[in-house]
Structures are given as structure tokens and as C-alpha cells.
């Protein structure tokens, strides 16, 4: 089956440093990768598609300038949460769309707290 | 905002028996997915369904789409402890040119050993 790995599994950083989180389709190629934020018991939240090669197009009230993503190749996107603060503690998950196919594949999540 | 909605949010059932979860969404979609989450882990996709098909099955698990009334419905039959978890619909549907998955607010089930 298809996999998608997150890097780190979770992170406790300082209040305003930037943390930059990785997902990968390990044994697929991935066009488009989302990134979704997850509070405790609530749903996914979109926060911004990822495209290969062209900028990611975020959600409305995501800031772009906050939440940078980069989408370098048809196997990576990174999301850098920049000048992190408390609010940002959350679980930040990625999933890849496998080409050709109507599936996401999730990533296992990552945990961000920001003391 | 979020275009699925799950219910029941909660659900409480002993080992063995069935558990049904509903999802109702707004606009058209190209196809309806059921995906489950462990308590802080990431999301296992279950099934897929498309906006051509009425009902699908899957070992225990059996979908069913309803088009015209916006609704999809996931049963698990024989239910498990394991079962444990949080269950979630995403619907599929294209703007642009691009698919935008958008998720509901999930069921959580518990499954009584």
C-alpha cells in the first residue's frame, strides 16, 4: 500500500522559533500533498494544498507568511511554522493524493508544542 | 467551512454488536470516503465511494451513498474493542479543476469489550 512518513513525530520548541515539519510518499508519486491542522477531538482543518513545482494555495484565515509551504518535489512538501507560538500547538497532518487515483494517504501526524 | 457532517458525535456500543455512523454533506461530490483515526495517530483511509454507486462493502465494513438526499452512511458489522476510534467522512468535490477534500467532525465509537 501506499505509505506517507512525517518528520518529526512531535516537537516542543520555544515561542518564536520556526519549526519546519517534512511529508513523504515513500513508494508513490505524490502532485498534490494538504496540510490539515487537528485540534484535540475536533476534525482535520484544511489548511493549504500543495502543488509540485507552483505555490501552495492556502485556505481563508490560514497566513501564508506563517505557515510556509514547500512543495520541492513530487515526494516532499515541507511545512515551516515560523515565529511559533502557544496557539500553534496542535497535531499537523499531511496527506499525499496519489496520481491518478481519487485516494489520500495520510501521514502519521505530527505533534507541535510551542511552550 | 466544513462540509461533512457526522452523526451521531458519539457512540457507545458492547463488543459484537453493530455500530452506524451517518454523514451529510452540502454540495456535489465526485466521491465520499470513510476514514478512521486512533486517539492521536494519523488517518487510515477504510473505503471509497463514488457518486455513481449507492453500496459498498469491505470486510465488515459496508457503505452506503445516498445522492439525493446528501447523506452516506458506514455500518460496522460484528463490532470489535479494536474498533475503537474516531470515524470520519471527507468528501471530494472539484473546484477549479482541483479536488478539495473537506472533512466532517468525526464520530467518535466505543466499543465495550
Known amino acids: 500500500g501506499a505509505v506517507v512518513s512525517q518528520h518529526p513525530s512531535w516537537v516542543i520548541c520555544k515561542s518564536g522559533t520556526s519549526v519546519k515539519i517534512e511529508c513523504r510518499s515513500l513508494?508513490?508519486?505524490?502532485?498534490?500533498m494538504f496540510w490539515y491542522r487537528q485540534f484535540p477531538k475536533q476534525s482535520l482543518m484544511l489548511m493549504a494544498t500543495?502543488?509540485?513545482?507552483?505555490?501552495?494555495?492556502?485556505e481563508q484565515g490560514v497566513e501564508k507568511d506563517k505557515f510556509l509551504i514547500n512543495h520541492a518535489s513530487l515526494t516532499l512538501s515541507t511545512l515551516t511554522v515560523t515565529s511559533a507560538h502557544p496557539e500553534d500547538s496542535s497535531f499537523y497532518i499531511c496527506?499525499?493524493?496519489?496520481?491518478?487515483?481519487?485516494?489520500?494517504?495520510f501521514g502519521p501526524g505530527t505533534r507541535l508544542t510551542v511552550l | 467551512s466544513q462540509q461533512g457532517e457526522e452523526d451521531p458525535q458519539a457512540l457507545s456500543i458492547q463488543e459484537g454488536e453493530n455500530a452506524t455512523m451517518n454523514c451529510s454533506y452540502k454540495?456535489?461530490?465526485?466521491?465520499l470516503q470513510w476514514y478512521r483515526q486512533n486517539s492521536g495517530r494519523g488517518l487510515v483511509h477504510l473505503i471509497l465511494?463514488?457518486?455513481?454507486?449507492r453500496e459498498k462493502h469491505s470486510g465488515r465494513l459496508r457503505v452506503t451513498l445516498d445522492t439525493s438526499k446528501k447523506s452516506s452512511s458506514l455500518l460496522i458489522t460484528a463490532s470489535r474493542a479494536a474498533d475503537t476510534a474516531s470515524y470520519f467522512c471527507?468528501?471530494?468535490?472539484?473546484?477549479?479543476?482541483?479536488?478539495?477534500?473537506?472533512f466532517g467532525r468525526g464520530t467518535s465509537l466505543i466499543v465495550h469489550p
Open positions: 454540495t456535489s461530490i465526485n466521491n
Open positions: 471527507a468528501t471530494d468535490s472539484t473546484s477549479g479543476g482541483s479536488y478539495i477534500p473537506t
Open positions: 513508494d508513490f508519486q505524490a502532485t498534490t
Open positions: 500543495s502543488n509540485e513545482g507552483s505555490k501552495a494555495t492556502y
Open positions: 465511494i463514488r457518486s455513481n454507486e
Open positions: 496527506s499525499a493524493r496519489r496520481q491518478a487515483t481519487d485516494t489520500q494517504y
